[in-house]
């Protein structure tokens, strides 16, 4: 487990009309950074995500549909999991639909199955300053997008 990555489990209340559920509240752990923006994201089958992460920012991402194969990389030199990456599921018949992430932790998807709704909590705004991005592919983190996940 990466150090600073925490998950929140979502209770869905189910009924003949649909569900519902609530995602997050003023009191959640998982906000103690604050709310800087909300941002959305629809993502097709097969598509790949990554990397990406912030300087400054946390980020706490929700699945509302679909299905992503989720990898994390610590990028921080300064941490006791540097260089550790972590995976794990996410959204449709998963327990878990909100992960959150710290600065300097990297994360990238598969969608597995989509579309695939994503929405984004972010402590800060838009800052291109902000902003981490590393290929997919980028050979020192060595992770094989393509290959590590595929469904039978």
């Avoid at 400054?56 to 540097?82: C, E, H, M, P």
């Avoid at 695939?116 to 838009?126: C, K, Q």
Wanted: some cysteine.
């Amino acid at each position: 487990m990466i150090e600073g990555v925490e998950f929140k489990n979502i209770i869905s209340h189910v009924d003949e009309r649909g569900y519902f559920r609530e995602l997050l509240r003023k009191e959640d752990k998982i906000l103690v950074e604050g709310l800087g923006q909300i941002s959305h994201s629809l993502v097709y089958s097969g598509v790949v995500k990554g990397w990406h992460g912030h300087v400054y920012q946390t980020q706490w991402n929700y699945v509302v549909n679909g299905l992503i194969y989720v990898a994390l990389f610590d990028s921080r030199k300064n941490s006791k999991t540097y260089n550790e990456t972590m995976t794990f599921l996410v959204g449709d018949y998963q327990d878990t639909q909100i992960y959150k992430f710290p600065p300097g932790v990297l994360h990238g998807y598969k969608c597995i199955s989509g579309p695939m709704n994503i929405i984004y909590f972010t402590s800060g705004h838009y800052d291109l300053l902000d902003e981490i991005r590393i290929n997919h592919d980028d050979q020192e983190i060595g992770f094989d997008w393509i290959n590590t996940f595929k469904i039978k």
